[in-house]
């Protein structure tokens, strides 16, 4: 079987996608991964072979273009959604995200009908933003087959973006428009997922958080209780901006190793002598190397971040600052395994808040039970032969 995986050129979400890629090609499958050509690096070192576009997309152009000329857009909340999230902000982010990935698809869409023509692959796996993807499998006949990255905050948009894509599927000669696909790949523990009537196919979540070498100091026992704070691969774009210097402060009191790691660009926003000299830096060290040694996570409420916690049983601290992250963190409290803090609360709350979660046992065991969950669910290789009966029906 010939697979087409399609994705944005950020880690965020094609590193979901990445056990998937090589549960395929273990299996003797040829994978193919379309993106633009600045994502072709990121590619090629997850082990997958890399199809460019023909060029990169400037977003922040395209986000200008679209906020121009903003779409009309609900005033009631969609399904799934409270009025109280819509009003509180749910709207206004999804009226500038959801335009800005239907106007990127059709930006890349000839180029990915171009790699399909080409390739003929029997299969075309898509992370949920990649809208021209199930186009393109319509309009030549190839089934496509979403992967959501997690809680499936995407579901929510599945009546609000298709009038969006309309002109595009016009294009491509495609009548229908449905951005969830013929089936959707789910790697969230089942507790965690919101309701949604997909058809479902079930993988377990397995961190990759980009490649690394497992340094010298974690094969040794921590010599505390071990914290560790990170700010995710675009967290700093968002919200209020790099928070690391102050959390690091509020922990400083807290009788724990603390480890910071970070994206190359949030490196530089760390002034020298900003942080105590007790505390860890790395940059761009691979979660899931760190995570099994660690007793709490504190982080910015990333979905990927979250899950690779929750598979090593780790409970967590979480500072949601956007709508999605809110909606994606508030199953992982429900739960117990967690607490979330506003950003803007004051040092000593979350100073109290990780020592609760250090403490109080029952964090922990939430956490633990998250992590059977996640293990109990299939493993790639076993999605890869569903697959393989899907593509063949």
Partial sequence: MRVLFVTTNWGSHYYHLVPLVWAMRASGHEVYVSSEPSFTDTIVRSGATAVPTSRDVDQ???RKRV?????DWPEAAPEGVSDEEWKGGWRDVSRRAFPMFAALAG???????????????DLIVYEPTSFAAPLVGAALGIPAVRHVLGVDVIYMARN???????PLAERLGVDDVDILGQATIDNCPPSMQLPSEVNRIMTRFVPYNGPGALPDWLLEPAPRRRVCVSWGLCASDRGRGFLVPDLVKALSDLDAEIVVTLSAADRKNLREGELPDDVRVMEALPLHLLMPTCGVMLHQSGISTMLTALYY???QLVVPQMPDELMESRPLIAAGAGIAVAPEADLDTFAERVAELLTVPSYRDAAIGLREEIR???APTETVRELEAFART
């Fill in 376 to 378: 109990r669910q299939p």
């Fill in 160 to 166: 609000i973006v298709p009038p969006l894509l309309r």
């Fill in 107 to 121: 930006e890349l869409a000839d180029d990915l009908m171009r790699h399909a023509r080409a390739l003929r692959p």
């Fill in 67 to 71: 906020l121009a000329d903003p779409p």
């Fill in 60 to 62: 922040a152009e395209l």
């Fill in 313 to 315: 049983g780790v409970p």
